[in-house]
C-alpha cells in the first residue's frame, strides 16, 4: 500500500504542476512532434527494408532469368488427321464458340 500512495502522491504533483506550467502547450506540442517522428521513423524503416528486399529478390531472380532468354523462335507445330472421321455439325459449333470465346469485338453472325 505504501507504493500505491507513494505513486499517486507523485501523480497529483506531477498533474498539479503540469496544470500549472506557463509554457503547456509548447511542451505538449513538442511532446506529441516527438511521438510523431519516431513512429514515422519506425514506418520509414519497414517500408525501405521491403523495398530493399524486392529489389535484392529481383536482382537475383528475376533479372538472370531475363537475359538469359533464348532468342530462337519456337517452331510451329500443326496436327494434321488422315483419318476419315468427320466432326459433327454440333461440335462444329462448339468448336467456333470456343475460337471467339477470348475476343474484345463481337463482329460475327449470330
Known amino acids: 500500500m505504501k507504493n500505491d500512495d507513494f505513486a499517486k502522491k507523485i501523480t497529483d504533483q506531477l498533474n498539479h504542476r503540469a496544470k500549472n506550467h506557463e509554457d503547456k502547450h509548447v511542451v505538449m506540442y513538442q511532446v506529441i512532434e516527438k511521438i510523431h517522428a519516431e513512429k514515422s521513423r519506425r514506418h520509414s ?5 521491403g523495398f530493399a528486399l524486392a529489389a535484392t529478390l529481383t536482382g537475383f531472380i528475376v533479372l538472370p532469368n531475363a537475359l538469359n532468354m533464348p532468342n530462337k523462335s519456337q517452331p510451329q507445330h500443326a496436327i494434321v488427321n488422315n ?3 468427320k466432326l459433327s455439325p ?6 467456333e464458340m470456343v475460337m471467339v470465346f ?3 469485338q463481337n463482329t ?3
Not at 45 to 49: A, F, H, L, P, Q
Not at 90 to 95: A, F, R, S, T, W
Open 45 to 49: 524503416v519497414w517500408k525501405m527494408t
Open 83 to 85: 483419318n476419315a472421321n
Open 90 to 95: 454440333q461440335m462444329v459449333e462448339d468448336l
Open 102 to 104: 477470348g475476343e474484345d
Open 108 to 110: 460475327h453472325g449470330s
